[in-house]
C-alpha cells in the first residue's frame, strides 16, 4: 500500500473508533450509570463486579486502539493535518485517561466496595482519600461520579469532533473528488 | 455537502451506533440477570425511556443515510457495495421487529424479572444484532478507504 493511503486509512480508522467512544460514553452516562441507582443494596455489590469486569473489554480495546493510532499519527499523516491538532488530541487522551486512573476508576471501585475492601482501595488511590472523599455515603460517592464523568463526556465527545474535523481536512471531502 | 462528506458522516454515524450497540450487548443487558424481580421492571422502563433520543434517532438517521447512498455515493463504490452495506443494517431492523422488539416487549411484562426466559433469549441471540451493526460499520469503513484514501 502506498504511504499516503496507510496514512489517510490510519486516520479514518482513527475516526471509527473515536466515534465507537463518542456511543459508548453517552450511553454509559445517561443509561448505564443512572440504572445503578435503582439497584436495590443487597444486589449492588454483585451487579457492580459484574459491570466493573464487563466494561474492560468494551473500552480499553478501543481506547488502547485509539491512543496508538493518535500517537501514530505524528508520523503517518495527511500533509493537510498540523502536527499541533496531533498534539491537541494527544493531549484530550492524556487527560482523559489520566483522570480515568486516579479519578473515576477508584470511585467507581469505591462505590461497589465492601467496607472490608474500602481500606485497601485508598491506598491504591490515595488522592481520593486526600481530598476527602474517603467518608462520603454510597449515595455520595455515586453524584460526585455521576456529576464529575461529565467531564469525561466532553473530553470523549472534543476528542471524536477533533478527528472529524482533521478527516475533513486531511480526506479532502469538501472538493469532490469522484471520478 | 459532497458524496465524499456525506459517506464520512454515515461512516462516523455508523461506529458511533457500533458504540452504543456494543454498551448494550456488554455493558447493560447482561448486567439486567442480576437486579430482582421488583426493581426490574423500574431498571428497564428508565433504561428505555433514554433510548429515543441517543439510540432510536441516531439509527433512524443511519438507516435512511444507507438507502440515500444508493443515490448519492462516490463515484469509485460499487452498488454491490451499498447493497450489502444496505442489507446489513435492514436485516438488523427486520430481526429486531420480529424477534427482539416482541421479546423485550414480553419481558417488561414477566415478572420473574432478571430471570426471565425472554432475558435469556435476548442475552443468547443480541450479538446477532451486535455482529449486524459491526459489519454495516466496517462496510463503511471499507468503503472510505477505497474512495478516500
Redesign the interface.
Known amino acids: 500500500m502506498e504511504n499516503?493511503?496507510?496514512?489517510?486509512?490510519l486516520l479514518?480508522?482513527n475516526?471509527?473508533?473515536?466515534?465507537?467512544?463518542?456511543?459508548?460514553?453517552?450511553?454509559?452516562q445517561?443509561?448505564?450509570y443512572?440504572?445503578w441507582a435503582?439497584?436495590?443494596a443487597?444486589?449492588f455489590h454483585?451487579?457492580h463486579l459484574?459491570?466493573w469486569h464487563?466494561?474492560w473489554?468494551?473500552i480499553f480495546i478501543?481506547a488502547g486502539a485509539a491512543i496508538v493510532t493518535t500517537i501514530a499519527m505524528f508520523w503517518l499523516r495527511p500533509p493537510e493535518i498540523l502536527r499541533s491538532l496531533i498534539w491537541i488530541a494527544c493531549t484530550i487522551l492524556f487527560v482523559t485517561y489520566s483522570l480515568t486512573y486516579f479519578w473515576w476508576a477508584p470511585l467507581m471501585v469505591l462505590i461497589g466496595a465492601s467496607p472490608e475492601e474500602v481500606n485497601g482501595i485508598l491506598q491504591g488511590a490515595p488522592y481520593v482519600s486526600n481530598l476527602g472523599w474517603n467518608n462520603e455515603t454510597q449515595q455520595q460517592l455515586y453524584n460526585l461520579l455521576i456529576n464529575s464523568h461529565w467531564l469525561m463526556v466532553a473530553l470523549i465527545t472534543a476528542y471524536?469532533i477533533l478527528i472529524?474535523y482533521m478527516?475533513?481536512l486531511g480526506?479532502?471531502?469538501?472538493?469532490?473528488?469522484?471520478? | 455537502m459532497t458524496k465524499e462528506l456525506f459517506l464520512l458522516l454515515n461512516l462516523a454515524l455508523a461506529f458511533y451506533n457500533a458504540g452504543t450497540i456494543w454498551a448494550h450487548e456488554i455493558d447493560i443487558f447482561r448486567t439486567w440477570k442480576f437486579i430482582d424481580e421488583k426493581t426490574f421492571h423500574i431498571v428497564q422502563k428508565a433504561h428505555w425511556k433514554k433510548l429515543p433520543y441517543w439510540v432510536f434517532i441516531p439509527v433512524g438517521i443511519s438507516f435512511i443515510g444507507s438507502i440515500a447512498l444508493f443515490w448519492y455515493h462516490p463515484g469509485q463504490i460499487s452498488i454491490a457495495e451499498i447493497s450489502i452495506a444496505f442489507a446489513s443494517q435492514f436485516l438488523s431492523h427486520l430481526l429486531t421487529g420480529i424477534f427482539w422488539g416482541p421479546w423485550q416487549a414480553k419481558l417488561s411484562k414477566d415478572e420473574s424479572g432478571g430471570g426471565s426466559p425472554y432475558l435469556k433469549k435476548i442475552l443468547k441471540t443480541h450479538w446477532i444484532r451486535t455482529a449486524l451493526i459491526n459489519v454495516y460499520a466496517l462496510i463503511l469503513l471499507y468503503m472510505a478507504i477505497q474512495v478516500l484514501s
Do not use: C, D
Open positions: 499516503h493511503r496507510i496514512k489517510k486509512s479514518l480508522l475516526l471509527g473508533l473515536s466515534s465507537i467512544s463518542i456511543g459508548q460514553i453517552w450511553l454509559v445517561l443509561s448505564a443512572p440504572l435503582y439497584v436495590v443487597k444486589e454483585t451487579y459484574f459491570w464487563s466494561i473489554m468494551l478501543p471524536g472529524f478527516s475533513v480526506l479532502n471531502v469538501k472538493k469532490n473528488i469522484s471520478r
